[in-house]
C-alpha cells in the first residue's frame, strides 16, 4: 500500500516548480531548494566549484549582509546548511511556522540577487574555509581520499562523475570572481530550480507565498545538455593499491550500476545487501561472523542521473589476515549470488531493513522536504517518495539475479586497497 | 520591486511532549509517548551503571557487556538472533554511557512486540558464548586503532587524560583500553552482567505512533518479566575528579600532518546543577554554535583557518566538561590557539542583549523541530531518566531561559570558565611546538601519535 504524505505541486511561471506537503504535527516549516547543478557540471580545471558557490551564497546578497543569512535564521529559531553532491546543490532550513516568510525572502533574495554582493574579499575567505573543509574532511582523515580515487578510476576522463566534490586545491586556488558571475548566470534561475515546503502551511498558501517572493525571478538558465547514455559495467577488473599509514587494511569495491530510479538500480541495492549490507549478509556471515578475517562490511548504492551510479562494498580487513584472501572470498559471492539468486529470506531480510529505513527518512519534516525536492528535481515526480517501497517490493528475485550477473560480477570492479604500511615509507603507489 | 523583508511571527508556546508513566511488577518504569504519524518506534532501555564499579584492569567490560548482549541468548544463537532482529526491520545498538548501559531500537510500528521481546531477551539471559565475547574484543582492538588514527577521538581522548584525575575513572575511555579490554574472558562478562545489569531502576521509553500496538502490554509481558536476584544497583554518581596539572598543552604528534586537531576544556556542570540549566545551552550557541558564533565570526568568516571549531558544555550523570574543538591548517596553529583561547576567556566579561536574546530564541524556537520525530524524543527522555531529572525538565529549562539576563549568562559562565584550560592539539610538533612560546599559556608536553 502506497504511503499518502501529500503531494501539491504547482510551476511558476518563470518555470520554478514547487511542491507543498502540508504536516501540521509541529509547528515548524522546512523550505528546501534543490538547484539543479553539482560536480557533474563543472569543467575542467574548475572542479569543486559548485561547492566552493555553495560556500558564496551564504555571504550576502543585494539586501542581505554577510553571514545575515545564518544569523536572522538561527536568532528566529531556523536551524539551516546547504550541501554540494554530483547532481545537485541543496539549500535547506527549517523555521517556526511564523518565519517562513522571512525565510522565503532571504532565500530569493540570494538565489535572484547574490552577484550584487559577491565580492573578491568574501570569495578569498570562503576559498581558505573550503580548503580547510577538503583537509579536514579528506586530506587529514585516514582512507579519507579513497573515495576520490574511486570516482577517477570507474569512470573515464571528461566524465561528470570522475572528479570528487570537493574538487583539488589547484583548482579552488583557480576560481575567479568571473567564474562566479558566469556560473550564477549558468545554473542559478527558478527554471533550474525546485522548491519544497513540508510542514505547517498549507497548500495554497504555501504556493501563494513562495510566488510573492520567488515571482519576481526571471528565467534564464541555459538550456540543460541531454544527459549521457547509461555507461556499461567496467571492464575489468580495476585495482588500485595505497600504501597508507591507516589503521587496517581497507577494500573498496566499487561497480558502475543503472542509474537512479530505475527498476535495475533498485534490483542491484537489493543484491548489495544481500551480499554485504545486511548484518546478516553473506559476507558479513563468513567473513566477519565465522571465517574472522574482516572486522566489518558494508554495502551501498548511491543513485545518480547522468549515466551511471555507484556500487560500493567496503570490507575491512581483520589484522593478520590476507586482503588478497578476503577479496577472493567476496568474489566468490558475488559470482554466488548472480549464478543462483537471493534465498527468499534475503529478500525478505533487505526489504525489511529498506522499509525501516525508508519510513526513519521520512519521519522527519527536514529529510522529507529532502527526497521531495530530489524526486522533483531529478525524476519530476515527487509521488515516487510514496511509492518507493512499493516499487521496492515488487522486485523479483529474478531480477535481483539478472541485476547481479548484468552489474556485480566481480570482473566488472574496481578494487581500491588502503593498506598498512609496516615501513611508513608514505607514498609507494601502484595503479593496474 | 522585490517584497520588503517581511516581519517574524512568534511562536506559540510549546511543551516537550509529555509521557505516560508506568512502573511494573518489577520495578522497571515505562515512560509511553504517543506521536501520531511516527511509524518508526523508538524503544530505549536505559539501566543505571557506574562505570567506577567495573573491576580494575577490566575498564570496558561494561561496554563490551552491552556490545554482547545480542550477540545470542538461552534461546537463540548469534546469527539466528541477528537474523530474527533483521528481518523484523530492526535496528539495535547497545553501549554505555558515564552513567549507564543503554538498548537502543528502532523498528517498524507492526513489529514492536517481537522487537519487545528480543531485547528483554538480550538484557536477561545473553548467552556470552566464548567464540563471540572473543570476537567482539578483538573488534573493540580494532576500533581503538581506528580511534587512535582519527585526529578529533584522538584529541577527545587525550583532552580526557588531560583534564581528569589519572586515577579517576573519567580519564580512561568508558569502552577501555587496549591493555584492559584485551585482558577480558568471558568469565568477566558474565559476572558483570549479572551483577550490574538489571531491572532496579531501569527505565523503558517507547516513542512513536503507538496506536493499536498496545505498548504498555507489549512491554510489561516482555521486559516486565525481567528479574535477577544478583543484581546490585549502581551507586550514586558523583562528578570525576578533575586533575591537579591540567592547566597545561599536550602536542599529539602526527609528523607531516597538514591540519591540527584543537581540543581545550575544562570541568564543567551536569544539568542538575543546582544553579539551573537553562544558561548552558545558550552560551554554546553565543560562543561557539554557529559559523556567526564569537569563535567562528573571527576563526572562520575573518581569518579562514578552519571549517568550523564548536563550543558545547558535555554534561554527565554527574559533572561535566566544557569543550571547544576544531581543526586548522598546520602553520596557524599556535595563533588559531591563542586567538581561540582569547575569545573564551574574553567572553568572561559577559554577553550583549542581542547575544542573549539570539541564543534563547535559537534554542528555545528550534525545540519543536528537534523534539520532532520519535527517536529524537526517545532519546532525550532517556537521557532525563539516566540522569533522575523530571520528565519535564526540558519544557521547564526552556521556560526559564525566557526569564535569563546578560548577568544569568556571565554568572554561569564564569563559574565553568576560569581560564584554567586544557590544551590538546593533534598535529605535527614539529611545527606547532617552536610556534606555541609566549603564546598559549601552561607548560607543553609532546606524546606519541
Same mark, same amino acid.
Given at each position: 500500500?502506497?504511503?499518502?504524505?501529500?503531494?501539491?505541486?504547482?510551476?511558476?511561471?518563470?518555470?520554478?516548480?514547487?511542491?507543498?506537503?502540508?504536516?501540521?504535527?509541529?509547528?515548524?516549516?522546512?523550505?528546501?531548494?534543490?538547484?539543479?547543478?553539482?560536480s557533474?557540471?563543472?569543467?575542467?580545471?574548475?572542479?569543486?566549484?559548485?561547492?566552493?558557490?555553495?560556500?558564496?551564497? +551564504?555571504?550576502?546578497?543585494?539586501?542581505?549582509?554577510?553571514? %545575515?543569512? +545564518?544569523?536572522?535564521?538561527?536568532?528566529?529559531?531556523?536551524?539551516?546548511?546547504?550541501?554540494?553532491w554530483f547532481?545537485?546543490?541543496?539549500? +535547506?532550513?527549517?523555521?517556526?511556522?511564523?518565519?517562513?516568510?522571512?525565510?522565503?525572502?532571504?532565500?530569493?533574495?540570494?538565489?535572484?540577487?547574490?552577484?550584487?554582493?559577491?565580492?573578491?574579499?568574501?570569495?578569498?575567505?570562503?576559498?581558505?574555509?573550503?580548503?580547510?573543509?577538503?583537509?579536514?574532511r579528506y586530506d587529514n582523515q585516514p582512507y579519507g581520499t579513497a573515495l576520490i580515487d574511486v570516482y577517477a578510476a570507474l569512470f573515464p576522463d571528461e566524465h561528470p562523475y570522475h572528479h570528487p566534490t570537493i574538487?583539488s586545491?589547484?583548482?579552488?586556488?583557480?576560481?575567479?570572481?568571473?567564474?562566479?558571475?558566469?556560473?550564477?548566470?549558468?545554473?542559478?534561475?527558478?527554471?533550474?530550480?525546485?522548491?519544497?515546503?513540508?510542514?505547517?502551511?498549507?497548500?495554497?498558501?504555501?504556493? %501563494?507565498?513562495?510566488?510573492?517572493?520567488?515571482?519576481?525571478?526571471?528565467?534564464?538558465?541555459?538550456?540543460?545538455?541531454?544527459?549521457?547514455?547509461q555507461l556499461d559495467p567496467l571492464r575489468g577488473p580495476v585495482r588500485v593499491d595505497r600504501r597508507r599509514e591507516v589503521p587496517n587494511d581497507r577494500l573498496h569495491v566499487a561497480f558502475r550500476l543503472p542509474v537512479d530510479?530505475t527498476?535495475e538500480f533498485l534490483a542491484c541495492s537489493l543484491a548489495l545487501d544481500c551480499v554485504a549490507g545486511l548484518s546478516t549478509s553473506r559476507v558479513a556471515r563468513r567473513l566477519v561472523r565465522r571465517e574472522q578475517t574482516a572486522l566489518g562490511a558494508h554495502a551501498s548504492a548511491w543513485g545518480f542521473?547522468d549515466g551511471a551510479s555507484i556500487g560500493m562494498v567496503v570490507l575491512d580487513v581483520a589484522p593478520g589476515a590476507d586482503p588478497i584472501d578476503v577479496e577472493q572470498a567476496l568474489v566468490e559471492e558475488l559470482d554466488r549470488l548472480a549464478d543462483d539468486g537471493p534465498t527468499e529470506v534475503e529478500l525478505e531480510t533487505s526489504l525489511a531493513q529498506a522499509?525501516?529505513g525508508?519510513?526513519?527518512?521520512?519521519?522527519?519534516?527536514?529529510?522529507?522536504?529532502?527526497?521531495?525536492?530530489?524526486?522533483?528535481?531529478?525524476?519530476?515526480?515527487?509521488?515516487?517518495?510514496?511509492?518507493?517501497?512499493?516499487?521496492l517490493?515488487?522486485v523479483?528475485s529474478e531480477e535481483v539475479t539478472a541485476a547481479a550477473d548484468r552489474w556485480l560480477r566481480p570482473h566488472h570492479r574496481l578494487t581500491v586497497a588502503f593498506l598498512t604500511d609496516p615501513e611508513s615509507s608514505g607514498s609507494a603507489e601502484a595503479v593496474a | 520591486?522585490?517584497?520588503?523583508?517581511?516581519?517574524?511571527?512568534?511562536?506559540?508556546?510549546? =511543551?516537550?511532549?509529555?509521557?505516560?508513566?508506568?512502573?511494573?511488577?518489577?520495578?522497571?518504569?515505562?515512560?509511553?509517548?504517543?506521536?501520531?504519524?511516527?511509524?518508526?518506534?523508538?524503544?530505549?532501555?536505559?539501566?543505571?551503571?557506574?562505570?567506577?564499579?567495573?573491576?580494575?584492569?577490566?575498564?570496558?567490560?561494561?561496554?563490551?557487556?552491552?556490545r554482547l548482549?545480542d550477540e545470542g541468548?538461552?534461546?537463540?544463537g548469534p546469527e539466528e538472533f541477528a537474523e530474527?532482529m533483521e528481518r523484523?526491520?530492526?535496528l539495535?545498538g547497545?553501549?554505555?554511557?558515564?552513567?549507564?548501559?543503554?538498548?537502543?531500537?528502532?523498528?517498524?510500528?507492526?513489529?514492536?512486540?517481537?522487537?519487545?521481546?528480543?531485547?528483554?531477551?538480550?538484557?536477561?539471559?545473553?548467552?556470552?558464548p !566464548?567464540g563471540e565475547v572473543r570476537r567482539i574484543v578483538r573488534n573493540r582492538l580494532a576500533e581503538i586503532e581506528q580511534e587512535r588514527a582519527s585526529a578529533?577521538h584522538?584529541?577527545?581522548?587525550? $583532552?580526557?587524560?588531560?583534564?581528569?584525575?589519572?586515577?579517576?575513572?573519567?580519564?580512561?575511555?568508558?569502552?577501555?583500553?587496549a591493555?584492559?579490554v584485551g585482558?577480558?574472558?568471558?568469565?568477566?562478562?558474565?559476572?558483570?552482567?549479572?551483577?550490574?545489569?538489571?531491572?532496579?531502576?531501569?527505565?523503558?521509553?517507547?516513542?512513536?505512533?503507538?496506536?493499536?500496538?498496545?505498548?504498555?502490554?507489549?512491554?510489561?509481558?516482555?521486559?516486565?518479566?525481567?528479574?535477577?536476584?544478583?543484581?546490585?544497583?549502581?551507586?550514586?554518581?558523583?562528578?570525576?575528579?578533575?586533575?591537579?596539572?591540567?592547566?597545561?598543552?599536550?602536542?599529539? !604528534?602526527?609528523?607531516?600532518?597538514?591540519?591540527?586537531?584543537?581540543?581545550?576544556?575544562?570541568?564543567?556542570?551536569?544539568?542538575?546543577?543546582?544553579?539551573?540549566?537553562?544558561?548552558?545551552?545558550?552560551?554554546?550557541?553565543?560562543?561557539?554554535?554557529?559559523?556567526?558564533?564569537?569563535?567562528?565570526?573571527?576563526?572562520?568568516?575573518?581569518?579562514?583557518?578552519?571549517?568550523?571549531?564548536?563550543?558545547?558544555?558535555?554534561?554527565?550523570?554527574?559533572?561535566?566538561?566544557?569543550?571547544?574543538?576544531?581543526?586548522?591548517?598546520?602553520?596557524?596553529?599556535?595563533?588559531?590557539?591563542?586567538?581561540?583561547?582569547?575569545?573564551? !576567556?574574553?567572553?568572561?566579561?559577559?554577553?550583549? !542583549?542581542?547575544?542573549?536574546?539570539?541564543?534563547?530564541?535559537?534554542?528555545?524556537?528550534?525545540?519543536?523541530?528537534?523534539?520532532?520525530?520519535?527517536?529524537?524524543?526517545?532519546?532525550?527522555?532517556?537521557? $532525563?531518566?539516566?540522569?533522575?531529572?523530571?520528565?519535564?525538565?526540558?519544557?521547564?529549562?526552556?521556560?526559564?531561559?525566557?526569564?535569563?539576563?546578560?548577568?544569568?549568562?556571565?554568572?554561569?559562565?564564569?563559574?565553568?570558565?576560569?581560564?584554567?584550560?586544557?590544551?590538546?592539539?593533534?598535529?605535527?610538533?614539529? =611545527?606547532?611546538?617552536?610556534?606555541?612560546?609566549?603564546?598559549?599559556?601552561?607548560?607543553?608536553?609532546?606524546?606519541?601519535r
Amino acid at each position: 500500500m502506497p504511503l499518502d504524505y501529500p503531494m501539491h505541486r504547482r510551476t511558476l511561471p518563470n518555470g520554478l516548480r514547487v511542491v507543498v506537503s502540508p504536516d501540521h504535527t509541529v509547528p515548524n516549516v522546512t523550505v528546501n531548494i534543490w538547484v539543479g547543478v553539482g560536480s557533474r557540471h563543472e569543467s575542467p580545471g574548475r572542479t569543486g566549484f559548485a561547492h566552493l558557490f555553495e560556500h558564496l551564497m +551564504f555571504q550576502g546578497s543585494r539586501s542581505v549582509r554577510s553571514g %545575515e543569512h +545564518f544569523e536572522a535564521l538561527m536568532a528566529a529559531g531556523g536551524r539551516l546548511n546547504a550541501t554540494t553532491w554530483f547532481d545537485r546543490t541543496n539549500y +535547506f532550513e527549517t523555521v517556526p511556522t511564523g518565519v517562513l516568510e522571512l525565510a522565503l525572502w532571504l532565500e530569493a533574495d540570494r538565489h535572484g540577487h547574490l552577484l550584487d554582493a559577491v565580492t573578491q574579499e568574501n570569495l578569498d575567505n570562503q576559498r581558505d574555509v573550503v580548503k580547510e573543509e577538503k583537509r579536514q574532511r579528506y586530506d587529514n582523515q585516514p582512507y579519507g581520499t579513497a573515495l576520490i580515487d574511486v570516482y577517477a578510476a570507474l569512470f573515464p576522463d571528461e566524465h561528470p562523475y570522475h572528479h570528487p566534490t570537493i574538487g583539488s586545491m589547484e583548482d579552488l586556488d583557480a576560481a575567479s570572481l568571473a567564474d562566479v558571475h558566469d556560473f550564477f548566470r549558468r545554473f542559478y534561475a527558478p527554471d533550474n530550480t525546485v522548491l519544497t515546503l513540508c510542514g505547517d502551511v498549507e497548500a495554497e498558501r504555501g504556493v %501563494e507565498l513562495v510566488e510573492r517572493y520567488f515571482g519576481g525571478l526571471t528565467a534564464r538558465a541555459e538550456p540543460a545538455r541531454p544527459l549521457l547514455p547509461q555507461l556499461d559495467p567496467l571492464r575489468g577488473p580495476v585495482r588500485v593499491d595505497r600504501r597508507r599509514e591507516v589503521p587496517n587494511d581497507r577494500l573498496h569495491v566499487a561497480f558502475r550500476l543503472p542509474v537512479d530510479d530505475t527498476d535495475e538500480f533498485l534490483a542491484c541495492s537489493l543484491a548489495l545487501d544481500c551480499v554485504a549490507g545486511l548484518s546478516t549478509s553473506r559476507v558479513a556471515r563468513r567473513l566477519v561472523r565465522r571465517e574472522q578475517t574482516a572486522l566489518g562490511a558494508h554495502a551501498s548504492a548511491w543513485g545518480f542521473v547522468d549515466g551511471a551510479s555507484i556500487g560500493m562494498v567496503v570490507l575491512d580487513v581483520a589484522p593478520g589476515a590476507d586482503p588478497i584472501d578476503v577479496e577472493q572470498a567476496l568474489v566468490e559471492e558475488l559470482d554466488r549470488l548472480a549464478d543462483d539468486g537471493p534465498t527468499e529470506v534475503e529478500l525478505e531480510t533487505s526489504l525489511a531493513q529498506a522499509e525501516r529505513g525508508w519510513l526513519s527518512a521520512l519521519a522527519s519534516q527536514e529529510d522529507r522536504a529532502d527526497l521531495v525536492s530530489r524526486y522533483t528535481l531529478l525524476h519530476d515526480d515527487p509521488q515516487r517518495v510514496n511509492t518507493y517501497l512499493d516499487r521496492l517490493r515488487a522486485v523479483t528475485s529474478e531480477e535481483v539475479t539478472a541485476a547481479a550477473d548484468r552489474w556485480l560480477r566481480p570482473h566488472h570492479r574496481l578494487t581500491v586497497a588502503f593498506l598498512t604500511d609496516p615501513e611508513s615509507s608514505g607514498s609507494a603507489e601502484a595503479v593496474a | 520591486m522585490s517584497p520588503a523583508r517581511p516581519a517574524v511571527a512568534p511562536p506559540e508556546p510549546w =511543551t516537550f511532549p509529555a509521557p505516560v508513566e508506568h512502573v511494573l511488577d518489577n520495578g522497571v518504569r515505562v515512560l509511553l509517548h504517543d506521536v501520531p504519524g511516527q511509524y518508526v518506534v523508538s524503544l530505549r532501555v536505559v539501566v543505571p551503571v557506574s562505570l567506577r564499579t567495573e573491576p580494575a584492569g577490566r575498564e570496558g567490560v561494561a561496554a563490551m557487556t552491552a556490545r554482547l548482549l545480542d550477540e545470542g541468548t538461552a534461546q537463540h544463537g548469534p546469527e539466528e538472533f541477528a537474523e530474527l532482529m533483521e528481518r523484523h526491520g530492526m535496528l539495535l545498538g547497545a553501549g554505555v554511557s558515564d552513567g549507564g548501559l543503554l538498548v537502543d531500537v528502532d523498528v517498524p510500528q507492526a513489529h514492536l512486540a517481537t522487537a519487545a521481546g528480543l531485547v528483554a531477551q538480550a538484557l536477561s539471559e545473553p548467552a556470552f558464548p !566464548d567464540g563471540e565475547v572473543r570476537r567482539i574484543v578483538r573488534n573493540r582492538l580494532a576500533e581503538i586503532e581506528q580511534e587512535r588514527a582519527s585526529a578529533a577521538h584522538r584529541a577527545m581522548r587525550e $583532552l580526557s587524560r588531560t583534564l581528569w584525575d589519572p586515577a579517576d575513572r573519567a580519564a580512561t575511555p568508558a569502552a577501555g583500553t587496549a591493555e584492559s579490554v584485551g585482558a577480558l574472558t568471558r568469565d568477566d562478562v558474565v559476572s558483570f552482567h549479572r551483577q550490574r545489569v538489571g531491572p532496579a531502576g531501569a527505565c523503558v521509553v517507547v516513542a512513536g505512533d503507538l496506536a493499536g500496538t498496545g505498548a504498555l502490554d507489549v512491554v510489561a509481558g516482555s521486559l516486565g518479566r525481567w528479574t535477577n536476584d544478583d543484581h546490585e544497583p549502581a551507586p550514586s554518581p558523583v562528578p570525576p575528579q578533575p586533575s591537579a596539572d591540567r592547566r597545561r598543552v599536550v602536542v599529539v !604528534d602526527r609528523p607531516g600532518a597538514v591540519q591540527t586537531e584543537i581540543a581545550v576544556g575544562c570541568p564543567g556542570p551536569d544539568r542538575s546543577t543546582s544553579h539551573g540549566w537553562a544558561p548552558y545551552p545558550v552560551l554554546a550557541f553565543v560562543v561557539g554554535g554557529s559559523p556567526t558564533a564569537r569563535v567562528d565570526a573571527v576563526l572562520r568568516e575573518e581569518k579562514g583557518y578552519t571549517y568550523g571549531i564548536r563550543t558545547s558544555f558535555r554534561p554527565r550523570v554527574a559533572g561535566g566538561s566544557f569543550v571547544a574543538q576544531g581543526s586548522v591548517r598546520s602553520e596557524v596553529t599556535a595563533e588559531a590557539t591563542q586567538l581561540l583561547l582569547g575569545i573564551l !576567556d574574553g567572553a568572561r566579561d559577559g554577553f550583549t !542583549d542581542s547575544e542573549l536574546r539570539a541564543g534563547t530564541d535559537f534554542v528555545a524556537r528550534t525545540a519543536p523541530g528537534r523534539y520532532a520525530t520519535a527517536d529524537a524524543i526517545a532519546d532525550e527522555s532517556a537521557a $532525563l531518566a539516566l540522569e533522575r531529572l523530571p520528565v519535564d525538565f526540558t519544557t521547564t529549562t526552556l521556560r526559564d531561559m525566557a526569564d535569563l539576563d546578560p548577568d544569568d549568562l556571565r554568572s554561569a559562565y564564569r563559574r565553568t570558565v576560569t581560564g584554567d584550560w586544557s590544551v590538546v592539539l593533534v598535529g605535527d610538533a614539529d =611545527t606547532i611546538v617552536p610556534s606555541l612560546d609566549g603564546r598559549v599559556p601552561g607548560p607543553v608536553t609532546t606524546v606519541d601519535r
